[in-house]
């Protein structure tokens, strides 16, 4: 299934977050804090501003981002969870 954001919103897959410690603990996924950091998988077309225009949006498919810990809505779509947010809800991009 694909899917096309509406206007200034994103769709963002997650990144897998490191499940050691830095002594080499293993962290259940139970007990594993969700990371605040994805890459941007499909992007609207933009905010359609009060005169009338459509402002494009500053990220593109392939960014990685970080967003909030309680940001956008997940959603499953083919067995993975996804994240759609507005771009507002973007904190930064990942450089480098």
């Known amino acids: 299934m694909k899917l096309r954001p509406l206007h200034d919103r994103v769709i963002i897959k997650r990144l897998d977050s490191e499940r050691k410690t830095a002594s080499g603990i293993v962290?259940?996924?139970a007990a594993a804090?969700?990371?605040?950091q994805g890459e941007i998988l499909a992007v609207g077309n933009g905010k359609v501003g009060d005169d009338g225009?459509?402002?494009p949006l500053g990220v593109k498919v392939g960014d990685k981002v970080l967003f909030g810990k309680y940001s956008g809505q997940t959603v499953k779509v083919d067995g993975d969870e996804l994240l759609v947010m507005r771009e507002e809800d973007i904190m930064a991009v990942v450089e480098g």
């Open 27 to 29: 962290i259940p996924d």
């Open 53 to 55: 225009k459509v402002r």
């Open 33 to 36: 804090e969700k990371p605040d």
